[in-house]
């Protein structure tokens, strides 16, 4: 393996059409992967390999690739101090309904390369990746892309980084030009101009004094760049002070890096991944600045016996611990796991333990990734990417470790699904097919949730958007050959509960012999909110009041049970309860008749009983929603989103374009697109994303209770 210093391991995320895909393409091109570059719209795209993904123009599932990087070079060319930097990159979708593939490669990243349109700035999915970002604690360089595009503006885009996302955002380079004009970039740490020749596809460049009617504005911000990483060195900061002509350009470096990994600032670099320019700035900006795998904390997971915190180190004579972040079916390899490794040292044909199943698996195989080619290797090392070949049941999540040295990492975190569709096999011969198909589906997505309706047979899909739904279900068609009619998107509602009831349930039944007894004295209502606060990604809160033994103790896990099952399928409509807090204060129990069994049917019959009395509610997923549109439509736009019950939240200019911005129930929203491209002549655009659960309005609620109470079948 290579020295870990010189790993980088790092993704691009974005917003749709801001360029992650083709600026990934450029640095393929620029490492010598690639002798071509492919381009999106062509369906060539070295990362975009699924058939929907060519043909629709879009990512929809992250592909990593590996590469190597000479940094540092004079004009593009190696130097005797040039070293190899080795990269591991994930391109990540742009589509809020693929959010998930963004949040597990942020979970296993050292760095992001956040990149910015030019022309839309800081758009709704650039908030989300960022909250992301955030989560993880993840450093990132800003990359705003598109300068060649009519409506570019560099120093708007970062001003929005600062306002919008509350990030120090530091430009390192100025653009010269822009639009048609757009050139190359001032670099203010060298105070030096790049221009890139576009006869080699960017691959080499000159380098020219600073543009005469620039310096002014370079000079003041460079003076902006110095101070904002001056606190990082306190030589830097005297320095500043006395003669800034002093600095040296490693002095910054160094201090940019420190203030970058630190998550205190955020470098703004610019260019046109299109056009072939700038990209190769910002591969040296990534060895420059981001960090490697030793640069970041220490991983921490949990002792699972002790539940203590303990530390992995990223060195490979550290006991192994990995993390399993996707599962992917290949049609000739099989089932592959992509995984992380933080310590340690695994060699092909050996054993790992899956503490989350307690079973030990065999990696037969180990493979590197190139979109969706492997590459076999003999063995992977602290601080690496792979994917492994030959495990029974790896899950998205699972901390892969020495059976002699058990530790559980921190899983990821996993959106709820907002929308439901139902389907059912066309034939005869698609019924067990569509079952494996799904199974393999669910194993891949953790965000695909499925269901059978006991009342009408049909099998439920749940996910994070109609695309998502509708590329799931076109994947059944094409990879597994499945043919399935399929029903109207349906709401994910949710239900809770607004009151906290006392009740008592007492279960008897007499068959002849041994009967069934249970008797619970309970209250029930909505969880608390500290408590919610604390075991965030948690709904179930039980509490056991009972003392001196009128349930004993070997039944309350039974009790605990039926409650927690019963949460899946609420009173009013059969939807899920949000928060439950149960808590158990007094009960009986018979000598003979009394077992486990008999108190978890006691349970959930006292939640159907109880759950009636706590007031429930229907609650409906409201998203935000921003449409983009030219200023005669604004009238028509708002006076439909109105009407759709939106709640318009503001309005914004953003170049010669309107931005409206509304929150608006889902149930509404179907459809939208194309109704805003006949009010808008297809010049408006639209995003959406989930924002929160809301109560649904009475009428709403009533259609949704009677309908769930009198359910269709699919028509074919």
């Known amino acids: ?34 002798h071509k570059i492919g381009e999106v719209h062509d369906g060539a795209a070295t990362t975009d390999w699924m058939e929907q993904e060519k043909e629709r123009g879009i990512t929809i599932t992250s592909a990593a690739v590996s590469c190597q990087w000479n940094f540092p070079t004079v004009l593009g060319k190696p130097t005797p101090d040039t070293k190899k930097y080795y990269f591991n990159i994930i391109d990540t979708p742009g589509h809020v309904d693929f959010t998930v593939e963004v949040e597990r490669s942020m979970r296993v990243l050292d760095g992001l390369i956040a990149l910015f349109s030019a022309v839309d700035g800081v758009e709704p999915q650039s908030e989300t990746v960022w909250r992301q970002a955030n989560r993880y604690k993840v450093p990132r360089i800003g990359f705003v892309n598109k300068m060649d595009r009519a409506g570019a503006d560099f120093l708007m885009v970062v001003a929005q980084v600062k306002e919008m996302l509350g990030a120090k955002a530091v430009p390192l380079q100025l653009p010269i030009g822009a639009e048609d004009n757009f050139t190359g970039v001032v670099d203010l740490i060298k105070m030096k101009g790049i221009i890139w020749h576009m ?6 460049f000159d380098e020219i004094p600073v543009p005469e009617d620039m ?39 160094e201090a940019i890096r420190k203030a970058t990994i630190d998550l205190s600032i955020v470098p703004m670099m610019c260019g046109s991944s299109f056009k072939n320019k700038g990209v190769q700035t910002a591969l040296d900006a990534v060895c420059r600045y981001l960090p490697s795998p030793i640069d970041i904390e220490d991983t921490v997971g949990t002792d699972p016996d002790s539940g203590e915190p303990i530390t992995r180190k990223a060195d490979a004579k550290a006991p192994f611990a990995a993390l399993a972040f996707k599962i992917m079916t290949d049609p000739f390899v099989g089932r592959l796991a ?39 290797i003999d063995f992977i090392e602290a601080g690496d990417i792979a994917a492994a070949v030959g495990f029974k049941e790896i899950k998205t999540g699972d901390t892969l470790c020495d059976e002699n040295h058990p530790i559980v990492l921190e899983n990821m975190f996993i959106p709820e699904p907002v929308i439901s569709v139902a ?29 059978s309706d006991e009342d009408t047979g049909q099998t439920i899909l749940s996910g994070m958007g109609e695309l998502h739904l509708e590329i799931i279900v076109d994947r059944m068609r094409r990879e597994f050959k499945v043919e399935v009619n399929q029903g109207n998107p349906q709401v994910a509602y949710k239900e809770a509960f607004t009151q906290t009831i006392e009740h008592r349930e007492v279960l008897k039944k007499q068959s002849g012999g041994r009967g069934k007894f249970a008797d619970i004295q309970f209250s029930i209502g909505p969880a608390d909110k500290e408590w919610m606060t604390e075991n965030p990604g948690k709904s179930f809160q039980f509490v056991n009041d009972i003392f001196g033994g009128s349930i004993p103790r070997e039944f309350i896990p039974a009790i605990q049970k039926g409650f927690e099952a019963s949460m899946g399928t609420g009173v009013l409509a059969a939807y899920p309860i949000v928060s439950m807090k149960v808590r158990v204060f007094d009960g009986s129990f018979h000598q003979v008749d009394s077992d486990s069994m008999s108190f978890e049917l006691c349970a959930k019959s006292g939640f159907r009983e109880a759950g009636r009395k706590a007031k429930p509610v229907l609650l409906e997923p409201i998203m935000k929603v921003e449409v983009v549109t030219p200023d005669q439509y604004m009238g028509d736009v708002t006076g439909d989103l109105n009407r759709r019950r939106g709640m318009l939240e503001g309005m914004d200019t953003r170049g010669n374009a309107q ?26 655009t639209s995003t959406m994303e989930f924002s929160h659960y809301n109560p649904a309005p009475n009428n709403i609620a009533e259609e949704v209770i009677a309908k769930s109470k009198g359910k269709v079948k699919i028509e074919d």
């Not at 931005?659 to 408006?684: C, D, H, N, W």
Request: hydrophobic fraction near 35%; include cysteine; charge should be negative.
């Open 1 to 34: 393996m290579a020295d870990l210093k010189f790993q980088r391991n790092f993704g691009i995320a974005a917003h749709i059409d801001a360029g992650k895909t083709t600026t990934t393409e450029r640095i393929l091109r620029y490492t010598g992967m690639i």
């Open 659 to 684: 931005v409206i911005k509304a929150k608006v129930p889902l149930s509404e929203m179907f459809g939208y697109v194309t109704q805003l491209r006949s009010l808008s002549s297809g010049r408006a």
């Open 338 to 376: 992509f995984f992380r490794c933080y310590s340690g040292h695994l060699d092909a044909g050996s054993y790992v333990k899956n503490m989350r199943s307690g079973k030990n698996e065999r990696i037969s195989r180990i493979m590197k990734m190139f979109a969706n080619k492997q590459n076999p």
């Open 423 to 451: 389907v059912e096999p066309k034939t005869q011969a698609d019924v067990d097919k569509m079952g494996m198909a799904i199974a393999k589906l669910v194993e891949e997505d953790p965000t695909l949730r499925v269901k």
């Open 215 to 253: 310096i002014e504005e370079a000079n003041e911000w460079r003076q902006n760049l110095i101070e904002a990483v001056a606190e990082y060195d306190d030589k830097l900061l005297e320095k500043f002070f006395d003669d800034p002509n002093t600095i040296s350009e490693e002095e910054v470096h």
């Open 199 to 204: 006869e080699t596809e960017g691959m080499t």
